[in-house]
T-cell receptor, first 117, second 113 residues
Framework: EAGVTQFPSHSVIEKGQTVTLRCDPI?????LYWYRRVMGKEIKFLLH????????ESGMPNNRFLAERTGGTYSTLKVQPAELEDSGVYFCASSQRLTPTLTGELFFGEGSRLTVL | GENVEQHPSTLSVQEGDSAVIKCTYSDSASNYFPWYKQELGKGPQLIID?????GEKKDQRIAVTLNKTAKHFSLHITETQPEDSAVYFCAASRETGANNLFFGTGTRLTVIP
C-alpha cells in the first residue's frame, strides 16, 4: 500500500513568486494534516482537513497560505506571494481516525522542502 | 499553549553505546508523548509512545521514560547501530487530535561505526 506522497520534494523560488505543494494521503484516510518545520525549529501544525472540509486551520501563519482539498482526496497548499520566512519543510500527514494519537496511526509524507530566495 | 523543549540538538555516539534524548513540556494537561524518527529522505515515523498513566515503556532497544511531576520525558536507545542515525522528534499532546501535537526541535543522532 502506498504511503503519503508529496510533490515536489524540493522547490526553489524567488520572493514574491507562487508555489503549490501537493499531498496525496493514504487511500481511505479522511484526515489530512499539514505541518511545517522551519530550519532547525520544531514541526508546527498548520491545518487539518476532514475529507474536503477544513476542521482546524488555526496554525496557518497568514492569508498568503491557501490550502484546498477538493473532492476529499489529494490536497494542495499554495503560498502566494512567497516570503523569505516561508522557507522550510512542509509535511503532510494522514490518518483514518479523527484522533490518531490514540492509536499512533498518523502517517507522514517525506516532506516538500521550500527555499525562498 | 504547549511548549516542548528538546536536548541535545545533535548527538554523536559510538556504535554499541547508548543514546539519551531529553524533552520537557509545559502543559500539565498533556497526556500523550510520542517519539518520531526521521531518516534521510523520509518523513517522521512513530517509533514509540507513552501515555501519562505509565512511567516507562520498552520496545527492544528503545525505551521511553516519563516523569509527570517534573514534566520530563526521555528516549533511551541502547546498543546503538548505524541505522539508528536519524533526526528524532519528541512531541506532547492532550490526545485531542493531531492538530494538538506539539513537537520538539529535533535531535540529530549520528552513530559512528
Amino acid at each position: 500500500e502506498a504511503g503519503v506522497t508529496q510533490f515536489p520534494s524540493h522547490s526553489v523560488i524567488e520572493k514574491g513568486q507562487t508555489v503549490t505543494l501537493r499531498c496525496d494521503p493514504i487511500s481511505g484516510h479522511d484526515n489530512l494534516y499539514w505541518y511545517r518545520r522551519v530550519m532547525g525549529k520544531e514541526i508546527k501544525f498548520l491545518l487539518h482537513f476532514v475529507k474536503e472540509s477544513k476542521q482546524d486551520e488555526s496554525g496557518m501563519p497568514n492569508n498568503r497560505f491557501l490550502a484546498e482539498r477538493t473532492g476529499g482526496t489529494y490536497s494542495t497548499l499554495k503560498v502566494q506571494p512567497a516570503e523569505l520566512e516561508d522557507s522550510g519543510v512542509y509535511f503532510c500527514a494522514s490518518s483514518q481516525r479523527l484522533t490518531p494519537t490514540l492509536t499512533g496511526e498518523l502517517f507522514f509524507g517525506e516532506g516538500s522542502r521550500l527555499t525562498v530566495l | 499553549g504547549e511548549n516542548v523543549e528538546q536536548h541535545p540538538s545533535t548527538l554523536s555516539v559510538q556504535e554499541g553505546d547508548s543514546a539519551v534524548i531529553k524533552c520537557t513540556y509545559s502543559d500539565s494537561a498533556s497526556n500523550y508523548f510520542p517519539w518520531y524518527k526521521q531518516e534521510l529522505g523520509k518523513g517522521p515515523q512513530l517509533i514509540i509512545d507513552i501515555r501519562s498513566n505509565v512511567g516507562e515503556k520498552k520496545d527492544q532497544r528503545i525505551a521511553v521514560t516519563l516523569n509527570k511531576t517534573a514534566k520530563h520525558f526521555s528516549l533511551h536507545i541502547t546498543e546503538t547501530q548505524p541505522e539508528d542515525s536519524a533526526v528524532y522528534f519528541c512531541a506532547a499532546s492532550r490526545e485531542t487530535g493531531a492538530n494538538n501535537l506539539f513537537f520538539g526541535t529535533g535531535t540529530r543522532l549520528t552513530v559512528i561505526p
